[in-house]
T-cell receptor, first 109, second 113 residues
Framework: GQNIDQPTEMTATEGAIVQINCTYQ??????LFWYQQHAGEAPTFLSY??LDGLEEKGRFSSFLSRSKGYSYLLLKELQMKDSASYLC??????????WGAGTKLIIKP | IAGITQAPTSQILAAGRRMTLRCTQD?????MYWYRQDLGLGLRLIHY???????GKGEVPDGYSVSRANTDDFPLTLASAVPSQTSVYFC????????????FGEGSRLTVL
């Protein structure tokens, strides 16, 4: 079967750095996505990786290793508004998205 | 309208009733999707449409139907609602291009009693 694993919840301090990991086992691979979802709101797109390596976008970076079936989302200079769930999703060989259950990130002052 | 609009935002429904969740987009995206989101689970695809006039089944299609008469509208119908269909439903659309970024509506919270 297809599976996306990410931690259920993480806690970090305002101003610090946090890394959210995602491991996947899917039928084929055509890209990995990270979305942010604030409580009660819709998911919004953060990043896309299809090749190995690091993609940086402001305070957020996303890393991919296809051989290891692994990705992480790195958030720097954490702000209170970063408190949200972070969803990892992989596009499989049929170009369908397989979603992880999400990681709830709690930021403390 | 800017983006994707879903209606209703929230609804309480008696089991056995028929319900249609509406979804309209103004971005002229070809592909549209319906997902349900339940606590502790990832988003699960119910139905999708790659272009107007075509639809396909996702991971959890049973009990749901969709239609795509035009590019903008993609309604989801529950023919006879059951309590297990209590969930938050998200409509999404995707522009062309490799990244395949999804744009989501604000969601419809449905409770079936």
């Amino acid at each position: 079967g297809q599976n996306i694993d990410q931690p259920t919840e993480m806690t970090a301090t305002e101003g610090a750095i946090v890394q959210i990991n995602c491991t996947y086992q899917t039928s084929g691979f055509n890209g990995l996505f990270w979305y942010q979802q604030h409580a009660g709101e819709a998911p919004t797109f953060l990043s896309y990786n299809v090749l190995d390596g690091l993609e940086e976008k402001g305070r957020f970076s996303s890393f991919l290793s296809r051989s290891k079936g692994y990705s992480y989302l790195l958030l720097k200079e954490l702000q209170m508004k970063d408190s949200a769930s972070y969803l990892c999703a992989v596009r499989d060989s049929n170009y369908q998205l397989i979603w992880g259950a999400g990681t709830k990130l709690i930021i403390k002052p | 309208i800017a983006g994707i609009t879903q209606a209703p935002t929230s609804q309480i429904l008696a089991a056995g009733r028929r319900m249609t969740l509406r979804c309209t987009q103004d971005m002229r995206h070809n592909a549209m999707y319906w997902y349900r989101q339940d606590l502790g689970l990832g988003l699960r695809l119910i139905h999708y449409s790659n272009t107007a006039g075509t639809t396909g089944k996702g991971e959890v299609p049973d009990g749901y139907s969709v239609s795509r008469a035009n590019t903008d509208d993609f309604p989801l119908t529950l023919a006879s609602a059951v309590p297990s269909q209590t969930s938050v439903y998200f409509c999404a659309s995707r522009p062309g291009g490799d990244t395949g970024e999804l744009f989501f509506g604000e969601g419809s919270r449905l409770t079936v009693l």
